[in-house]
């Protein structure tokens, strides 16, 4: 199977799930990002999963095409970046930039845009037609 194939159907699902929980359970996920946001050493441990899944992705898919497959690409760059940025520096100021992003319209906002990646996804990983993608499934 194709690797960027794979990654889809990993991801889709994760993410319209995420996306999906994030809107049917509103506006809780709002209370549970502050709490994590008071939590440095909470924060650490994510972030090192975040640095390795990010790692992970551009080490395996690493594909700079102007389709589909960049998003994959992309997410797994903003892993990377973002659990860094967050290990390197100070809590404390990164926390007075996000905070004011958290609000209840934001997180409708970031339910909306993770379900419809994680559905766009699912459907490149499990629904596209395969000739789309050259004669062997695989992609250019």
Known sequence: MDRSIYLAKLFG????VLGLGLLVRYPEPLGIFQDILGN???IFILCILGLLGGLAVI???NIWAADWRLIITILGWLSAIESAVWLIVPHMPLSRI??????????LVYGVVVLMLG???SYFGYLAPRHA???SGRHP
């Open 13 to 16: 699902p994760v993410l319209m």
């Open 40 to 42: 440095p050493t909470l």
């Open 59 to 61: 080490l395996a898919h």
């Open 98 to 107: 996000v905070r004011p992003l958290l609000t209840p319209e934001l997180v």
């Open 119 to 121: 559905a766009l996804l």
């Open 133 to 135: 993608t050259g004669p």
